[in-house]
């Protein structure tokens, strides 16, 4: 077995890295460029590539779901684009101390499918590197997810 003591606080700054990458270059795979499109409050999780319009339009559906008061976006499904854009895993991140038990358990069930959904992906026109960041963000997320878990729910 390897020891990956040190290896892992490194790791785990290159996922989080990559994972803010996803989110910046998730934010950018839309068709089009309608600047009215930024208004419709989940537009960002269908943007993958990197252009302005689409990290825009990600940043934007991040900070609509972070401060969506009654989280109505934990129990929509998401596609293998969500998954490759970052926004929703990012979301649950962002908001898992805040999440109910419950809420923590679709979030990681979320995270721990997303591995096979961006793989399964492969004619949805995503770059095999955008697939590997979301697999990478994925397994960050959801290893987040089961620690907060640990801490405050009861099994």
Not at 60 to 77: A, F, N, Q
Not at 105 to 126: F, I, N, Q, T, Y
Request: charged share 25%; net charge positive; hydrophobic share 35%.
């Amino acid at each position: 077995m390897i020891d990956l003591g040190c290896a892992a606080g490194s790791a785990r700054r290159i996922v989080t890295i990559a994972a803010l990458g996803v989110v910046a270059v998730g934010l950018g795979a839309c068709s089009g460029s309608q600047p009215e499109a930024i208004s419709e409050p989940r537009a960002g999780l269908a943007c993958i590539d990197d252009s302005k319009h689409c990290i825009d339009q990600r940043q934007s559906t991040l900070h609509s779901m972070v401060g969506d008061r009654d989280r109505k976006w934990v129990r929509e499904s998401a596609s293998p684009h969500a998954y490759a854009s970052g926004v929703r895993l990012f979301a649950f991140k962002t908001k898992k101390k805040d999440l109910s038990c419950e809420e923590l358990a679709v979030g990681r069930r979320e995270a721990d499918a997303g591995p096979g959904v961006l793989r399964g992906a492969g004619g949805s026109g995503m770059t095999p590197a955008q697939v590997s960041r979301g697999v990478m963000l994925a397994g960050e997320v959801s290893k987040e997810l089961s620690n907060e878990m640990k801490r405050r729910c009861k099994a």
